[in-house]
């Protein structure tokens, strides 16, 4: 099944964010390799493609795990999770219909 996962990063999280990028990708990229991503990306703090320096608020990342209880645990190890730049994390079954 598809879940919603959406992290809601804690203010001034921008250093922190790029110091951990790197890993949290590295999870996203495994996700996408087995079949599994829908989508993923940042929310930026602003009304623009590119926030700079204002940085981001969050994250959305919708896709597939065997359980609830298995893609709160994946959110839950995540590094955005692990170091601080999410103050909290929503996740959510989430059902396709479009496209």
């Not at 992290?7 to 951990?20: I, K, N, T, W």
């Not at 940042?42 to 298995?70: K, M, Q, T």
């Not at 955005?80 to 994390?89: A, D, I, N, P, Q």
Request: charged residues 25%; proline residues 10%; hydrophobic residues 45%.
């Amino acid at each position: 099944m598809l879940y919603m996962i959406l992290g809601q990063d804690v203010p001034d999280s921008l250093e922190r964010r790029l110091a951990v990028r790197p890993e949290h990708l590295a999870r996203l990229e495994t996700l996408r390799d087995a079949g599994r991503l829908l989508l993923a990306g940042p929310l930026p703090a602003i009304d623009s493609p590119d926030p700079g320096s204002a940085g981001f608020s969050g994250s959305l990342i919708v896709a597939e795990f065997p359980s609830l209880d298995e893609a709160t645990a994946w959110a839950r190890a995540d590094p955005y999770t692990t170091t601080g730049v999410f103050h909290e994390v929503l996740v959510r079954p989430f059902k396709r219909v479009l496209p």
